[in-house]
């Protein structure tokens, strides 16, 4: 079973450079071209690249990271503006049909259509106060700090904003981490061939032998002591 993992990815390609150069020193003038073209220059220049695309997928995943924070600020503050709503209608219009009509507080952990069947619910139920007061009831309803159902639109319609924004980063994030491993996959089968063309061209006791790199760090076997 393999265990080489990305963040070990760079270093082992690392040490395959380092070792092929050396393999170049003792086949000079010559050198070691790997079928049908693939040379120690060529191992350099993919293994930039997947640097590169490390590179994206660290800025991709701090994008997301990112959105995510916003949508769970966004989703505290709403949260609570709707448990101020709540409290309003059953205290202060305890008497009007609204009290039924009232939703259920949605939970932190709600998914992303849950939380907007949740708020779209809460904001259709405060226009209908607004535009169709109980008697006794002076509308526009504002919440505190003068926190009126303008301020609950736009605040839905950021968090709408910011969903949306989470699925386009995890989409990303997917992508490149895709695009990762398509590209250690292929550099990966190189090294396996370098191991075996190094092990064709020398000895099996030459330092450049025993010394090739392991593509997959080499297994620790734990030992259980018998304690008898």
């Known amino acids: 079973m393999r265990i080489d993992t990305p963040t070990q990815y760079l270093q082992t390609i690392d040490e395959f450079i380092g070792h092929w150069q050396d393999v170049n020193v003792e086949l000079a003038p010559g050198s070691l071209v790997m079928p049908p073209s693939y040379d120690l220059a060529q191992l350099q220049a993919d293994r930039d690249q997947l640097a590169a695309t490390m590179t994206e997928i660290v800025q991709a995943t701090n994008i997301l990271e990112g959105h995510r924070t916003g949508r769970d600020l966004l989703r505290t503050s709403l949260r609570e503006r709707m448990r101020q709503l709540q409290g309003f209608i059953e205290g202060m219009l305890a008497e009007s049909v609204y009290v039924g009509q009232l939703p259920k507080l949605v939970q932190m952990n709600e998914g992303t259509g849950g939380w907007i ?12 106060i607004n535009d169709s007061p109980p008697v006794g009831f002076t509308p526009p309803m504002t919440l ?29 994030q997917d992508r490149h981490r895709d695009s990762r491993r398509r590209q250690y996959t292929a550099i990966r089968q190189h090294l396996v061939r370098y191991r075996q063309a190094v092990g064709g061209l020398f000895p099996a006791d030459h330092p450049l032998v025993t010394s090739l790199p392991r593509i997959s760090p080499k297994r620790v076997r734990r030992v259980v002591e018998d304690e008898r």
């Open 117 to 128: 069947e949740r708020v779209e619910d809460f904001e259709h139920l405060w226009s209908q």
């Open 144 to 172: 505190t700090g003068g926190y009126a159902i303008a301020d609950f639109s736009s605040d839905v319609l950021s968090l709408k904003s910011t969903f949306s924004a989470i699925t386009i980063a995890q989409q990303d």
